[in-house]
């Protein structure tokens, strides 16, 4: 049987890795997809540019308009990222007939819901597992592997750029800038860093497992984003010296009330999984109802890592170009007409512990204010930590863990706090989970 013809959009970090995949292991990989699947023409903007891999068996093109309009591929892979010229072309790939594969988490975030009603009525697949979490599985994981669960929640480190920046405030006590001015030179953050540090990547992400997790339409513009900007080292290790790490997390739970969708930054118990994965490194966990915890671990970002997901896609596809779309594995998991209409919790409603770091005046009276105000809005303290001054300071830090609250509840306990005379400039609060 001849092979198949794919068009490649983007010959970036991504797209050079999948051509040396698909080139070094050609042959296990025909072995598994029942054909051999073939690279015939890429497009990237700057083709004079040296790149990693070797461009010798197809032909590169700055056009990729023209590389969606060729009648020859039946397969266009999208590693050019962003929203548009990307949903363009997806589009355009679509409505040619052309089955798609996506690493571009932002593109299906935000108009997946678009282009996989375009894809059914086309009767084409658009495949998605690159866009999360690099080359861990996750999304056939939850959308197969997990089918007979109900899923109770997930919790996932899926920005490695910010796992990194938080890993190395931790181990070397470093400052936030440096790290992270070190993440873009190691090629982990986004074009834009800001996606990553402000939670943007992140919620992407977590858009999509919410959405094959609980059988939702994609809502982006319902997660509540946070990123780790606001993290300083002394919170870190404030936070090691009660016992937990931080760590930036995408949580998504769904209860009676409805859908709880939100990237923050969490202090976990040191002695939970999540909290020990470190360095770029991503894990999800995935709790089902049937098969209890679950957690998937590996790396998120990086040519091989993302190429391996890429390639996975692609076999995925040609094992299907012969299967009726009607019995398809859905794109959300869940079948098209069977979406439930949950509605996303609004943040007031959200029940967390907190971490919270006052900058108050060294005086009588000051903390028993702070205590009766959280005893007020009936917020439980569960440890407290009082730091000595700096030498010449006339501030001390506070900190503070408390119990389970109501979000809404914080918000008036912080108010009232930051009212008082004796508290210097923004209480810092940073949810804590036990992921139990
Ligand atoms: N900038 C992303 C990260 C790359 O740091 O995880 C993979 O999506």
Excluded at 62 to 74: L, M, N, W, Y
Excluded at 234 to 246: K, P, W
Excluded at 303 to 313: E, K, L, N, Q, W
Excluded at 326 to 345: G, W
């Amino acid at each position: 049987m001849s092979s198949v013809k794919v068009g490649l959009l983007g010959l970036g970090t991504v797209g050079a890795g999948t051509v040396n995949l698909l080139e070094r292991n050609n042959d296990e990989i025909a072995r598994r997809a029942g054909r051999g699947i073939e690279i015939i023409a890429a497009s990237t903007r700057h083709p004079e540019r040296p790149r990693g891999c070797s461009t010798e068996g197809f032909r590169v093109t700055r056009d990729p308009f023209e590389i969606v309009d060729d009648p020859e591929t039946e397969i266009i892979i999208e590693l050019i990222g962003g929203y548009e010229p990307a949903r363009e072309l997806v589009l355009r790939a679509i409505d040619n007939g052309k089955h798609v594969v996506t690493a571009n988490k932002a593109l299906i975030a935000k108009h997946g819901n678009e282009i996989f009603e375009h894809a059914r009525s086309k009767g084409v697949a658009v495949a998605f597992e690159a866009a999360v979490a690099g080359g861990i599985p996750i999304i056939k994981s939850i959308r197969e592997g997990l089918t007979g669960n109900r899923i109770e929640w997930l919790a996932g480190i899926i920005n490695g750029t910010a796992n990194y920046i938080l890993s190395e405030m931790f181990y070397a006590g470093r400052e936030f800038g440096e790290v992270l001015a070190e993440a873009q030179r190691l090629g982990y953050a986004e074009a834009d860093p800001t996606f990553d540090v402000e939670g943007v990547d992140a919620a992407h992400k977590l858009t999509i497992l919410a959405s094959i997790a609980f059988g939702i339409p994609l809502q982006y513009g319902n997660v509540h984003v946070e990123g780790i900007g606001h993290v300083t080292r002394e919170d870190v290790a404030y936070a090691e010296q009660l016992g937990y790490r931080i760590k930036h997390l995408g949580i998504a739970r769904q209860s009676e009330d409805g859908i709880e969708l939100r990237v923050h930054p969490t202090l976990l118990p040191e002695r939970q999984l999540l909290a020990n994965v470190d360095g770029v490194m991503n894990a999800v966990m995935v709790m089902g109802d049937a098969v209890g915890p679950t957690l998937y671990y590996g790396a998120g970002a990086g040519a091989a890592p993302t190429a391996s997901a890429v390639v996975a896609d692609l076999v995925d596809v040609v094992r299907a170009l012969n299967v009726d779309p009607e019995h398809r594995v859905p794109h959300l998991a869940f079948q098209s007409t069977a979406l439930s209409d949950a509605p996303a919790m609004p943040m007031a409603s959200v029940e967390t512990a907190y971490y919270l770091r006052l900058e108050v005046a060294d005086q009588p009276g000051v903390l028993a204010d702070i205590t009766r105000i959280l005893g007020n809005s009936g917020i439980s303290i569960e440890a407290i930590l009082q730091k000595e001054p700096a030498p010449g300071a006339d501030h001390v830090p506070v900190i503070l863990l408390t119990h389970r609250v109501f979000e809404r509840q914080m918000d008036e306990a912080q108010a009232q706090m930051e009212a008082l005379d004796a508290v210097q400039g923004r209480v810092t609060r940073i949810r804590s989970e036990q992921l139990q």
